[in-house]
């Protein structure tokens, strides 16, 4: 995985500056300053990034990577000889949690290991992992100012106990139209507001005005299936019994979650999917118009962080779209919080923490693996990131509105994320099965909802009974041998390993957009969904 190297010299850049400056000060007297190896098990992009802020400040210490991606892909080439080479192969069952405990409890075991939501709780579970307390303790490092969202997120994962820190993450809040709120003479929406409060406010700023239609909340996103997926996600609601055997979806909870808003969609009330036919003149193109709410058509909408750069630049007008580009009209605008669910107080949704990292329980050097955790979770590093425009610094004192502006900052820190849901899992039992097909019924179902064509059982019933034949068959295809025969490659012939590009990675990093943020002038735009 290529690194972003642009931003990684200018992270270094600054960090060597602050040296210089003496913001650094002086090493504490208690660092042993002979040569030392600290080894990280992790992504290179990720570890590189971040290791090297390390290693700039720590001239004595050298990180070891121990590559997952390497790892992987000697697992899967050990696989591959297994079968006789054959070209037609499957594509095999590759357990990342397993390649990690191995790396973990093996001869040459990491100090560090970086962490996501589904590996953390399973190694912790299984001791594998230390409890940072101790270490926190000792350094009087001040957890405090690690924001909620991010302090209590890892700590669910981890049964209550504190293993990991992670540096940033993402994170979304309600944006709202103030413009709208006071030509109606409504209050502001609050942080901590329920979804019920969020849509009875949204339904009196529902209406029409010389023609045009205004919705009181847009999820971003007009379709059912993402609505559905947005609201429903701080609830922790999981559709697979913990084997994959069992799908469970026609249920009192999903048709309440399915009707609620299948009602505020009827009543025009959550803006539908936007018509571009419908919407953009001949002649005039209108950059921004698919965006609820930066055409002014919406008056709250949940949008990510990122997503600020984006409304800066349409409303300043800071972006040329050409003469006949039609610009949206300036309002005043603020965020709050994400509603929360009456039964899941204080969670939201939408939020990912990145780049977790935890103290193997075998490390060699657990105190030196402390000391690159509390550095790249400090304030020193803090002050490099919150020059992202993307991503959130997770320690809250340097969590900043981007441009300048005065907005309510701590709604994308208060709450923490929504709990971890397994059924994401699913491919990790069925790698070359094709699972899309139960995600593209559940699709189908909700769209024909929307549209009017079955009611919310039938569309329910219809996904219960075909969606349990499709896992059925996955789970017999995964007991004959016969899964993913032909692959989702549709019969072509892998590459072989030693042959494939090394760019091929199954790992997230920041998308086109979101990487040249930092290339890109103040009027750079974000991208929400």
């Not at 400040?57 to 790892?71: A, G, P, Q, Y």
């Not at 909620?148 to 209550?160: K, T, W």
């Not at 016969?482 to 990093?509: N, Q």
Request: negative net charge.
């Amino acid at each position: 995985m290529k690194v972003n190297k642009l931003l990684l010299v200018l992270m270094v850049a600054l960090l060597m500056g602050a040296l210089l400056a003496g913001c650094f000060n002086t090493k504490p007297a208690e660092i042993d300053n002979t040569p030392k190896v600290l080894k990280v098990l992790g992504y290179e992009w990720s570890v590189n990034e971040l290791g090297q802020l390390f290693e700039v400040s720590r001239d004595n210490v050298t990180i070891e990577l121990i590559d997952l991606e390497k790892l992987r892909r000697d697992k899967e080439k050990e696989l591959q000889e297994e079968s006789g080479n054959d070209p037609n192969r499957p594509y095999y069952n590759i357990d990342m949690y397993e390649i990690i405990k191995e790396a973990m409890t093996g001869p040459n075991p990491p100090d560090v290991v970086y962490l996501d939501q589904s590996t953390l709780p399973k190694l912790a579970d299984e001791g594998l992992l230390s409890p940072l307390d101790t270490f926190i303790t000792k350094d009087k490092f001040d957890i405090d100012k690690i924001a909620p969202a991010v302090r209590e997120g890892i700590q669910d994962l981890g049964n209550g106990t504190l293993y990991a820190l992670a540096p940033t993450y993402y994170s979304s809040a309600l944006f709202y139209n103030k413009n709208i709120f006071d030509s109606r003479s409504l209050s502001y929406p609050t942080d901590g507001m329920t979804w019920d409060q969020a849509f009875n406010l949204a339904r009196d700023l529902s209406y029409e005005e010389n023609g045009q239609k205004k919705y009181g909340f847009s999820f971003g996103w007009g379709d059912f299936y993402n609505q559905i997926s947005t609201y429903s996600q701080p609830l922790g609601i999981t559709i697979f019994d913990e084997d994959y055997t069992t799908l469970t979806v026609n249920t009192p909870e999903m048709e309440r979650i399915w009707s609620t808003l299948l009602e505020l969609n009827k009543a025009e009330v959550i803006a539908p999917v936007y018509d571009w036919e419908k919407n953009q003149e001949p002649g005039k193109y209108k950059p921004y118009d698919e965006n609820d709410f930066i055409a002014g058509r919406a008056a709250m909408q949940v949008a990510s962080y990122h997503e600020i750069r984006r409304i800066v630049e349409a409303l300043s007008g800071a972006g040329y779209w050409g003469n006949d580009a039609v610009m949206p009209e300036p309002f005043e605008w603020d965020v709050v919080t994400i509603p929360v669910h009456e039964e899941a107080p204080g969670v939201g949704g939408n939020t990912w923490i990145n780049n977790m990292m935890g103290i193997n329980v075998s490390a060699e050097n657990p105190d030196l693996a402390w000391q690159y955790i509390s550095f790249i979770n400090g304030e020193r590093v803090a002050k490099v990131l919150a020059k992202k425009n993307y991503e959130l610094p997770a320690r809250s004192d340097f969590a900043q509105a981007p441009d300048g502006l005065n907005i309510n900052i701590a709604a994308f820190t208060a709450l923490k994320p929504a709990p971890y849901n397994p059924d994401g899992d699913l491919y990790k039992k069925f790698p070359n099965g094709n699972i899309w097909e139960i995600h593209d019924l559940n699709y189908r179902m909700a769209e024909a909802v929307q549209k009017g064509e079955k009611t919310v059982k039938e569309a329910l019933d219809e996904y219960q009974t075909k969606g349990q034949e499709i896992l059925d068959r996955l789970n017999k295809q995964l007991e004959d041998g016969t899964l993913g025969e032909g692959g989702p490659d549709f019969g072509i012939p892998r590459m072989p390993i030693d042959e494939a590009p090394v760019d091929a990675m199954p790992v997230e990093e920041p998308t086109e957009d979101e990487s040249s943020d930092d290339e890109d002038s103040d009027t750079g735009t974000g991208n929400e969904g």
